[in-house]
């Protein structure tokens, strides 16, 4: 975690690399369960860090959905937090249900085209 908040602070700091402009958006993303070693990540922590420089979120529950948490919803299930602090959610079907499908998941933010209709 001390690695990833270094990183969130220089990006921050620094800006885009030749024009130090800052950055519109920071994108952090993580795996649930990282398949070669099978470590979960410490969403917890993660989530603070995201909430306290402003980072969205790109969870890949691609191998934690249906193996962990009391109903099998992940490692956000596991951890027993708000899946809206989870801006992007990922997963598969092929891993865990042995079936075919996957899918990508978010906040629906209307555009200015839609409000109109």
Known sequence: M???EKLLREAIVHGQPRTHRPWKK???M????????GSIVRLPEV?????RYRAYLYLDEAHSMGALGPRGRGVVD??????CDVDIMMGTFTKS??????YIAGKRVRS??????
């Open 47 to 51: 989530i603070t860090l995201k909430k």
């Open 26 to 28: 920071i994108l952090i």
């Open 78 to 83: 596991y951890f027993d937090l708000d899946p």
């Open 2 to 4: 001390q690695s990833l």
């Open 30 to 37: 993580v795996e649930g369960i990282y398949s070669m070693e």
């Open 97 to 102: 249900f042995g079936a075919a499908g996957g």
């Open 112 to 117: 200015s085209f839609e409000e109109l209709f």
